[in-house]
């Protein structure tokens, strides 16, 4: 899900906030809450897409989480304690495939209407930040974040490597490669060294590889925080358990992307009925897939449009190409698109 072709920022303000039951920061969100945890979801207009990793980066609930795991999504939650905060996407970065989040609601029920209230914000504990060029061949790393969770569950993960190499996938230098093991849904989550300091964020795995990961160099996130958090903010208090003190800065990162919530099947029906509804739910995800291809190529157009309008015949080849293909894939599937996307 990498994407480095194109850089787009999105700025937001922040909530204004009130003060709401102290119960609600009690609550226990379980993996069965998951697919129907936000307003659209339980609606059935957003589906639960899959998850990332974050951690804090300011006591205030700054959120640094990747780029790829929340490109493309209608709505972020992020899981912290045990309760449930609706998160708004402060800034983007695909290039760097850094992403910035912050808390604008928590949610208050789970097991009835989903509502969502603005809330005193807790003092949030921030990660601690290594002195740059601490990164070096050879260096202890932890690797901290929630894969798999379906499967494995919802606490935090913890595994150990070391820094294998100070480039990335093909040379790329703002990354590093290390032997710390991580799995679909560590991306966004820390890499720290043995006194819990940040050196990196986790963002890619090598398939096929032996124990061959990536992560992004701390300079990067740097790079990427610049006027966006303050550097005084970007400290958590000493504390003598340096693992649990990281796993008490990170954060669960759930995705909701456009189309129907999974069906609960009840089993009472016979197995005709089952596989009926099992077929009725993957046609209603391969619409959401086929909505969010088309919108692809429509932007695409544009963008080439845009290009061959300002540029005439000084545009190069490849931009004339990618125009064609895309009026072309637009041909084949946009009446069927629009003509579910009317009823």
């Known amino acids: 899900m990498i994407s480095a072709v194109l850089m787009a920022t999105l700025i937001a303000q922040t909530p204004s906030v009130t003060l709401a039951p102290s119960a609600i920061l009690s609550r226990n969100v379980k993996f069965d809450n998951i697919e129907m945890l936000t307003e659209k979801a339980r609606n059935g207009k957003t589906r639960f897409s899959g998850n990332g990793s974050g951690f ?20 972020v939650v992020g899981v912290w304690q045990g309760t449930a905060f609706r998160m708004k996407v402060v800034a983007g970065d695909k290039d760097l495939d850094l992403a910035l989040l912050r808390p604008d609601a928590v949610c208050v029920e789970l097991d009835k209407d989903i509502d969502f209230s603005s809330y005193e914000r807790p003092v949030f504990p921030a990660i601690d930040f290594a002195e740059d060029g601490i990164c070096k061949v050879g260096l202890p790393v932890f690797v901290i974040g929630y894969p798999q969770i379906g499967l494995q569950g919802m606490e935090a993960k913890v595994t150990k490597g070391i820094v294998s190499c100070l480039s990335g996938f093909k040379g790329q230098s703002d990354n590093f490669q290390m032997d710390a093991a991580i799995q679909g849904g560590n991306s966004g989550g820390p890499v720290i060294d043995e006194k819990g300091r940040l050196v990196g964020v986790s963002v890619a795995r090598l398939r096929g590889g032996e124990n061959v990961n990536y992560a992004i160099k701390m300079e990067s996130v740097h790079k990427f925080l610049k006027d966006k958090v303050s550097s005084s903010q970007m400290q958590s208090s000493a ?73 005439g015949d000084a545009v190069g080849d490849d931009v004339k190409e990618l125009n064609d293909l895309a009026r072309k894939e637009l041909d084949k599937t946009g009446d069927t698109t629009k003509r579910r996307e009317d009823k």
């Open 56 to 75: 804090f980066v300011s006591p205030s609930g700054d959120v640094v989480t990747n780029h790829h795991v929340i490109d493309g999504a209608e709505e």
């Open 239 to 311: 504390d003598t358990d340096v693992i649990e003190r990281v796993i008490r800065s990170s954060v669960l990162i759930l995705c909701y992307e456009p189309g129907s919530r999974p069906l609960r099947f009840d089993e009472s029906k016979g197995e005709r009925a089952k596989i009926e509804e099992w077929a009725l739910f993957e046609k209603s995800i391969l619409h959401a897939k086929m909505l969010k291809i088309h919108k692809e190529w429509k932007d695409l157009k544009r963008l080439t449009d845009e290009l061959m309008k300002r540029y």
